[in-house]
């Protein structure tokens, strides 16, 4: 007898998600399908529009990360019309960003990633959440997040005009400066949010990597997945979210090569099946093989987890120092292939919520760094543009995956083409690997479905904070689920719901 | 809110006092759910004065869970998003069934927002944008399937409608909370005058108005000097090798949307030193926002002669993005020919049923 089990929503990525799985008759798992039931169609409707409006419009395609929107569709209208944005205007397109980042991982951290073990992955359902977090580490911690969350909007609602979907990048710029006081006033909240990042390093020490059960789930094969990897780096090779060269990294840890995001048409390329409404992207030197891993499938991975596995460091003391820890811990030992980039590849997916801490650091200090630039409260934050626009390729490393907007435009500058890949749709593959992969190892024949099996099929593609980590921005922050197992007539065999 | 991971029995008796609130989002960028959330400290006011019982983005009920409640049971529903796709619509009808009051919250599903500006093209033109892009390998033109056979079983998917409505296009709605998103004092203020409701030390406004929104124009809430509106053409921010801070943006010459748009942001964009784009709809007895701004337009424009007016009006690259940038599915026209025709096609081939565009507003 063959059984479905369906989970409808696993989640909101802008809307729903759904998973089916297919047993087979012996109970094991014959295939699983991820399916993204939304499309709007932003490619099409932005034809026909001006360029300098493409911040503002494709901001709306994402409530949760507008500034990863607004910044490459800042960057493509640069490219666009052949202009360089001034110094300072780029020093405050950075610190929109640095401070995007910073709530942006917070809330995933503690909202969406922590509960699982901070209250572990089998807690009762009601305690697995942020407020469960609250009433177990007290609240000061939980009064420290909220902080954190307002600090970071408040960095970008003074920078980009408006909490979400900020309006200051422009063409060749930002549409003002700030004022020395307002500088200070964020650099003072970076400082803050460095300590903040410390103590959430040391409670992922104490809960995570002080507890061996812990260690061994991260480790383990049922979260593990062997892709290729895709992120951002400078000219030194190191972790840059705004700007730089794409660089890709095998499996193995060999650098296959980097790109400049105009060049991103030689290297991605997408897939369509007709069960869902989302693309899959992979490599097209590779190509698709389906949906599996290793060196001969152009599946790749582009979250926290991937820019730290192409980096060779990053550029802020205390991050580089937790990037060291992070491989020293995980890959120890290993110094990659002669052609890597000097560190093992890590390959746990559940690690990638230890990478995001990095990052985490790294926005945090950022903050400082570009707040106490003393070019960046210069008034000179706009190049007006001088030659006929044409076509510009933007690029940014959105929190959840290199986000590219292209646009074609009339000499006029209004769009007569837009191509757009978007953060989340990079791991749509490996998230769908990732889920499978969890529920073959989980559900065997005779397996009883229990609530804690859905949170560790759940947690396979939390690792990824998949947009539909709109849910990680949440106070309790837990997803839904219902799974309904049902006889090959379509009959229900069984119905188990976990509610938050 | 309350979490509960084996029924909802003893969740119900201990709320049974408080009055039931819900939030959903349809086709909508979750921006309003985020804006919400940052209120923070007015969400934990809403977890105290009601029992949340349905709320994707914050808490875990279902689809299922709002079915089994009783008809009129949830007192006030923030319901955010565009009806873009036949799910969207259920639940439209679902939560507008099971809530007293029904608050379409947000641009999208007041007037469509953004994503209404898909109603200019065909689904095909959407479809075939997207899944025959430039990066994407599709020889043989694959489109998703609203219903398609896998090996192991059959997989299915909404139904994408070919013209996107707004929330009262499908089900009567009560209050309209404008904005792209809201912003967050705004939400405040709503959400205190709701408890003050609730303990009888206040009422709801008639049915119908518009909340969490002033009752002028933009460009009262503006900071901008404003002398004589005359200018000889339109011109956009990147061509100006300098945009005054002071001035109002207009005057320069910038097709700023302020004098159509509704105020209650505190003029944001503006004070930033970027035209407002309309994000909170039309002024407040605007029955078509981009009339409105035609008008304001054309009592600036400094020419008597037809040929100057002609030359100043081409100015404006993108009319109908300009008039009607955030309010397109909520116009008169609502939708061009294309999806008009692919809407009537799709209506035609269901069988008895009603076609789309005559529900609106008909069921109340």
């Known amino acids: 007898m063959t059984e479905r089990i369906t989970i409808d929503p696993v989640t909101r990525l802008e809307g729903h998600g759904r998973i089916e799985i297919f047993l087979d008759g012996a109970g094991e798992v014959a295939n699983a399908y991820f399916q993204v039931p939304e499309f709007r169609g932003f490619e099409q409707f932005c034809v026909g529009r001006p360029v300098e409006e493409m911040p503002l419009l494709t901001n709306r395609i994402c409530g949760v990360c507008p500034e990863a929107h607004h910044m490459a569709a800042a960057k493509a209208c640069d490219a666009v019309y052949h202009v360089q944005p001034p110094p300072a205007a780029v020093l405050l397109r950075r610190l929109l960003y640095a401070a995007f980042y910073f709530a942006d991982h917070t809330t995933d951290f503690y909202a969406l990633a922590g509960p699982d073990f901070v209250m572990g992955p089998d807690a009762p359902v009601a305690e697995r959440n942020l407020l469960g977090i609250v009433h177990k580490l007290g609240l000061e911690v939980g009064g420290k997040v909220i902080k954190a969350r307002k600090y970071g909007h408040a960095i970008v609602e003074t920078v980009g005009g408006r909490g979400i979907h900020p309006c200051t990048a422009v063409p060749g710029g930002m549409a003002k400066g700030i004022t020395a006081a307002q500088a200070a006033e964020i650099a003072e909240m970076g400082r803050w949010a460095i300590e903040f990042v410390g103590e959430s390093v040391k409670l992922f020490d104490d809960i995570v990597l002080g507890n061996p059960a812990y260690l061994e789930m991260v480790t383990g094969d049922t979260y593990t997945e062997r892709t290729y990897y895709m992120g951002t780096v400078d000219a030194e090779g190191r972790l840059d979210t705004y700007d730089g060269r794409i660089r890709v990294v095998s499996p193995d840890g060999e650098v296959v090569g980097s790109f400049a995001p105009a060049e991103y048409r030689d290297w991605i390329a997408e897939r369509v099946e007709p069960w869902t409404y989302l693309k899959f992207p992979y490599l097209k030197k590779i190509g698709w093989k389906g949906f599996v891993g290793g060196a001969d499938s152009g599946v790749y991975c582009a979250t926290p987890l991937a820019r730290l596995n192409v980096a060779n460091g990053l550029s802020t003391p205390r991050a580089q120092a937790e990037f060291e820890r992070f491989f020293a811990t995980l890959a120890p030992g290993d110094a990659g292939p002669a052609n890597g980039v000097g560190h093992g590849m890590v390959h746990h997916r559940l690690a990638g919520h230890w990478a995001r801490l990095v990052e985490l650091m790294y926005a945090a200090e950022s903050i400082v760094g570009l707040a106490t630039n003393p070019d960046i409260t210069s008034d000179q934050v706009r190049t007006v543009p001088t030659e006929k626009p044409t076509e510009g390729v933007g690029s940014v490393e959105a929190p959840r995956g290199t986000l590219f907007h292209h646009y074609w435009t009339d000499e006029r500058g209004v769009l007569t083409r837009a191509n757009l890949i978007v953060g989340t749709t990079n791991n749509y593959a490996p998230m769908a690997m990732s889920v499978s992969r969890a529920a073959r190892s989980l559900i065997h024949g005779g397996t009883v479905i229990t609530e804690g099996l859905l949170n560790r099929i759940e947690m396979a593609f939390r690792a990824y904070d998949p947009c539909l980590g709109c849910a990680t921005h949440s106070l309790p922050g837990r997803m839904p689920m219902i799974v309904t197992i049902r006889g090959s007539d379509g009959a229900v065999v069984d119905v188990l719901r976990r509610d938050g | ?364």
């Open chain 2, 1 to 364: 809110m309350t979490g509960n991971g084996t029924g909802n029995g003893a969740r119900a008796a201990a709320a049974s006092a408080k009055p039931k609130f819900a939030m959903y989002w349809a086709a909508s960028c979750g921006g309003c759910d985020i804006a919400v959330l940052n209120t923070s400290e007015n969400v934990l006011d809403v977890d105290a004065n009601f029992d949340v019982v349905f709320w994707p983005v914050a808490m875990d009920a279902k689809y299922r869970d709002v079915e089994a409640m009783a008809d009129g049971s949830i007192l006030l529903t923030l319901f955010s998003g565009g009806i873009r796709n036949s799910e969207n619509e259920e639940l439209a009808h679902l939560l507008r069934r099971k809530s007293k009051l029904l608050v379409a919250f947000g641009s999208c599903a007041c007037e469509g927002c953004i994503p209404g500006l898909a109603n200019l093209s065909s689904p095909e033109q959407l479809f075939a944008a997207a899944f025959d892009s430039i990066t994407t390998e599709n020889p043989e033109g694959l489109r998703p399937q609203a219903e398609w056979q896998a090996p192991e079983g059959v997989l299915r998917l909404p139904v994408f409608a070919p013209v996107l409505r707004t929330l009262d296009q499908v089900v009567p709605v009560d209050y309209y909370l404008p904005g792209c998103p809201p912003e967050r004092h705004q939400i405040a203020a709503v959400i205190q005058l709701a408890i003050k409701v609730i303990h009888g030390e206040a009422e709801f406004p008639p049915i119908g108005s518009t909340i969490g929104a002033g009752h002028s124009t933009c460009c009262d809430e503006c900071p901008r000097t404003r002398g004589i509106k005359k200018i000889k053409a339109f011109t956009r921010p990147q061509e100006m090798a300098v945009i005054d801070p002071v001035l109002c943006l207009l005057e320069q010459g910038i097709p700023c949307n302020g004098p159509a748009t509704r105020d209650g942001c505190g003029a944001l964009c503006p004070r930033a030193g970027a035209q407002c784009i309309g994000c909170y709809g039309p002024a407040e007895g605007v029955v078509d926002y981009g009339s409105r701004l035609i008008s304001a337009f054309a009592s600036v424009i400094d020419a008597t002669d037809p040929a100057d007016i002609e030359r100043i009006i081409a100015t404006i690259p993108d009319p109908v993005g300009q008039f009607y940038r955030f309010s397109l599915a909520s116009s008169l026209l609502r939708a061009g020919r294309a999806a008009w025709d692919a809407q009537g096609a799709l209506d035609a081939g269901r069988a008895g049923a009603a076609p789309a565009h005559a529900t609106a507003g008909a069921e109340r």
